[in-house]
Structures are given as C-alpha cells and as structure tokens.
C-alpha cells in the first residue's frame, strides 16, 4: 500500500535535488544558504521521525535562521520566450491535457482508494489526497516524456548535463525559488496553532472578548460572534483554530442558548464568517502569501498584499451578509 | 501572560521582519510566559524555551504533509519550460468574446460548483492558477488592449489569486463530508448538542450565494476598471 511515507521520500528526494541544484547555481551569491535551507527540508523529509522533537525544533531554528539571513535570488533562466513560443505551437493542447493530469489523478486517486476495497489496498486512504497528488505529478512527467519526448531537439543553450529526466526538478528547482522562505511558512503557522492551542491561548482571548461586550440583543450578539470569527480568525490564520474558541465563549452560551439561535445556522454561518478573516489576512499564508509568490507579485514580502487588497472588498461585505442571515435564519 | 506571543505576532508583522522569524519567536515567547512567575529564575526560563522549541519541532514533523504539495511544482515547471502558458494566452486570445472579468466569472462558478460536490482538488493555486488561469487571464487582457503596463497586469494576477480562493471557501461547505462541517459536528457533540452535518452544509448554502453575488459584482466590473486604468497609463505615457 501506498501511504504517506513513500510520499514523503518522494519529496525528500525532491528537496534534496534541489538543494544540489541551488548549490551549483553560480548566479545566486548566496547559493550555499539557499543549498542548505533545502537541505533541511530534505532531512525533513526523508529523517524527521528519527530527529527526536528537539532535534526537529533545531531543525527548524536552522530554517529560520537562513531565511532570516537571506537565501539571494537565483536569476537562472529557463527556455527562452521564443522556444516556449515555439513548443506552444508544436505541443498545442497536449500541455492542458497533461497539465490536468495532476488535478484530475488527484480526484480519482481519492475516490478509487475511499470508494474502493482494491483502491484501499493500493493507496492508504487515510491520505488519499496527498498521495494521489504526488502520484499524479510522477504520472504527468512521464506521460510528458512518452508523449511529447522534449528532450529530443537539445534547445540552444542547454547546459550539458540537462538529460531529459532531470528536467522536471531542475524547473520545480526554479520555481520552487522564486517561492522562497514562504514555502515552508504555512507548515510554521499550523505549528505555531498547536503551541498557542497548548498554552490555551484561545481559551484567554475568548474570555476577553465575552467579558468586555455588552451583548443584551440578538443582533449585537450575532455581530459579535461573527465579527469575533473573522477577527481571531485573521490572527490564527486559520479558521478551524477560531471557531471552538468563539463558539465556546460566544456562539454557545450567548446566541444559542440565551437567545434561542439554531445551532446548525449559528455554526454553519459563523464558520464561513471566520472564512472571511481567512481572505484579510497574510497568517493564511498558504491561501494568501504563497499564490503572491507563485505569481511574482511585486509586493508579495508587504504584509497586505496586492492579494489579500484583492480579497478585502469581498470579504467585507461578505461579512456583513453573514452576520444578517444569520439574524435572519437563526431565529426562525 | 500567554497572550505575549500574540503581541510579538502583531508587532512582528508590523514591523515587517522576516514571517519565520515571527512565528518562531512568538511560540517561543508563548512557551516563556506560560512558565514565567515573579522571580522566576533564568534555568527555568531556558528549560521552557527548549521544551517549548521541542513542542514546535513536533507539531512542525507531524505537519509536513502541508509542504508537499510543492512537488507538483516540478511537473508544473516542466510544463512551463515546454510553453504551457503561452499555450494558455493564444488559447484564450482565439476565443473572441473573453475578457478577463468573463474568464474569472467562469472560473469562479466551475471552482465553486465542483468544491459544492466535494471536488475541492480540482484547482488551487499552485496546480492550476499559475500555469493556467493567470496566463489564461493575462492572454485574455492582451488580446483586447495589447501589453499591459505592470500595474495592471499586477492586479489581473491578484485577482486570479483571489478568485481561486473566494470560490473554493464559499463552496466546499456546501459538502456534507468537507473537514470544517465534520469539525463543527465534532466539536458541538462535545458540547452535547447534536447537529447533522446535512443541515449544516445546507446552512451553508445562503452564503455561497451572497459570495456569488459580491465577487461576481465586482468582476462583472473587473473589465471596466481595466478599461479605465489603460486609459489613464496611455495618457500619463
């Protein structure tokens, strides 16, 4: 059976192939941290369970250290724009088709081993997400290499050594790049929640919040407990840590229980409304640093940036809507 | 006291250092003030910073799988070097009546619709806005006003981001077996209240349709904006 595990091998071997790639890269003059910086995340990968928590946590000081002293920028080139334009026409819609590959095994991976009682034996399906997405990258490569064979004509320019099969990583290399640091910030943040859920300090804003409001009607009430949703959603950069915490300071006791509220509205709604504390705030970095990243926006290292100002002018009015059909449809 | 490492968060982003460095910095702040009393000495201080640190180290190892999805960036690059995107762009620029309001709506309703059926893997930012929407979408504003200044092209990208993560929120709660459905039923059984996850994925059905509405408001409008902003960089130019 496939499980995680093989999946994280995967990625380890990936990690390490780039670190070989960042510490050749004569273009970066700080190649080395760059290297080691993907190293770690390779040791990560294929050592973390025999590291020991302390040695993980160093492990992460490590990170964080080198992407505190700045991990340069590669301005290593890939094809040029003529050759691109070049492959556009000759491979036409073969590249969608194989780019869907990697969503569409994703979906059927998924199915197949929760559906199934042969896909159950093939992949764990406890993770059949995540292995079926790395199944589907391995499965995209190959089908690229069969059906378009791009190693074919050596394009002008090419290092040497660049041989078919090491394409795949040398670009993953390249993107990963321009990712940065920022990869490995949303793997830090859900850290992060399990620290703050130890020391409970969810449990500490809760208190504050339902200590210091005068909630004496349905509508002031239900505000609350929205607003509170977005609110400490945006500092936990995840909604999942918000709603237990408000729920059970303000959602429970005040708009169900003293008001009489429905709890599968009352829950249903202010679980969205913590989705749009998600939209405003950079500590969903997965959501909102990274795609800033992946684009190469030019504002991606602001705190708010061109992304999350994308998302505000929904999320506001959203917001709004919410807290009224919940006033609407709780009381019914 | 343990509310300090929620202050070094907020000063830290404020003060725009590095966001690793904030985030370690608050669990270790958060790990020290717990065990932080009047008189504390400085060995117990260091004692809860390790094993705090240790606590990190674990929840960050049993997190990894959140960083895997960066292996799809390998197929995608590929892919990307082969002209993916400029196969996006002179698709979308053969198909006359796109623009990039049209092409985001569209997008928007498929995202929302398929994260509704449970289908939330069919997207994201990684897998399919950047070879495929933000191409798609810059292609798309090209075929009507040419090259586009870096401002506006800018905020087309934003906007395919946004797009991507506004349809696949407001939708996938719609599932019945979605994980924050199956977190509310958990959590309010614990509380002793029992509520079908049913009703609250049909609870959740009235705010997809607000989200709907709002963001289609606003890309029904995206192209007129647009229109406005090439003007005005062609008259300052």
């Not at chain 1, 490590?62 to 040029?80: F, H």
């Not at chain 1, 999320?315 to 709780?330: R, T």
Request: proline share 4%.
């Amino acid at each position: 059976m496939i499980g995680l595990a093989h999946a994280y091998a995967l990625g380890g071997v990936f990690f390490a192939t780039c670190a070989w790639f960042s510490g050749r890269d004569r273009s970066n003059p700080h190649r080395l941290r760059a290297a080691t910086f993907w190293g770690l995340l390779a040791l990560s990968f294929l050592g973390g369970d025999r590291l020991g928590d302390l040695g993980n946590g160093l492990l992460v000081a490590g990170l964080v250290t080198l992407a505190t002293l700045g991990m340069g920028r590669s301005t290593q080139t890939t094809s040029t724009p003529e050759q691109r334009r070049a492959g556009a026409q000759r491979y036409g819609d073969r590249l969608f088709a194989i780019a869907l590959i990697i969503p569409a095994s994703t979906l059927a991976g998924t199915l197949v081993a929760k559906q199934t009682r042969w896909g159950a034996r093939l992949i764990d399906p406890a993770q059949a997400t995540l292995v079926s997405l790395v199944l589907g990258v391995l499965l995209a490569c190959a089908v690229a290499q069969l059906w378009l064979r791009p190693s074919a004509p050596a394009a002008a320019g090419d290092a040497p050594s660049a041989s078919g099969y090491l394409v795949p990583v040398r670009e993953g290399r390249r993107l990963i790049e321009t990712v940065g640091w920022a990869a490995i910030l949303p793997q830090m943040l859900a850290s992060l929640g399990a620290v703050f859920l130890a020391s409970g300090v969810g449990k500490q804003v809760g208190q504050l919040f339902s200590e210091h409001l005068v909630l004496d009607t349905r509508l002031a009430a239900v505000a609350a407990y929205c607003v509170g949703m977005a609110l400490f959603t945006m500092l936990m950069g995840n909604a999942f840590a918000a709603f237990p915490v408000m729920t059970a300071a303000v959602g429970l006791p005040v708009v169900v229980h003293r008001f009489g509220g429905s709890p599968a509205v009352v829950c249903a709604i202010g679980m969205l409304s913590g989705f749009c504390g998600t939209l405003m705030t950079p500590m969903a970095a997965n959501f909102n640093v990274v795609p800033a990243n992946l684009l190469e926006l030019p504002d991606r290292d602001a705190a708010f940036n061109g992304v999350i100002r994308t998302q505000v002018p929904t999320a506001l009015p959203l917001l709004a809507s919410n807290i009224l059909l919940m006033w609407w449809l709780a009381f019914r | 006291m343990s509310l300090l490492g929620m202050v070094v968060l907020v000063v830290g982003f404020l003060l725009r250092a590095n966001p690793l460095l904030i985030v370690l910095a608050a669990a270790l702040v958060t790990g020290m003030a717990a065990a932080w009393a009047p008189g504390t000495g400085v060995g117990t201080l260091v004692h809860a910073a390790t094993s705090t640190l240790a606590s990190f180290g674990r929840a960050y190892n049993a997190n990894r799988y959140v960083s895997l999805v960066w292996v799809a960036l390998a197929a995608i690059g590929m892919l990307e070097r082969l002209g993916l995107q400029e196969r996006a762009r002179t698709w979308i620029a053969s198909v006359r009546v796109a623009t990039v309001g049209r092409l985001l709506a569209v997008y928007f309703v498929l995202r929302q619709l398929t994260a509704a059926v449970g289908l939330t893997s069919l997207g994201g930012q990684a897998q399919m806005v950047r070879p495929l929407i933000a191409p798609m979408a810059d292609g798309a504003a090209e075929a009507q006003a040419g090259l586009l200044p870096d401002r506006v092209r800018n905020m087309v990208r934003a906007h395919c981001a946004a797009v991507d993560n506004i349809a696949v929120f407001f939708g996938e709660d719609i599932f019945v077996a979605i994980a924050s459905i199956l977190l509310i039923k958990g959590f309010m059984e614990q509380t002793g209240i029992v509520v079908q996850p049913f009703d609250l994925s049909r609870w959740a059905i009235p705010t997809a349709l607000a989200a709907l509405a709002i963001h289609g408001l606003r890309l029904a409008r995206l192209d007129r904006t647009l229109r406005r902003m090439l003007e005005r960089a062609e008259g300052s130019s």
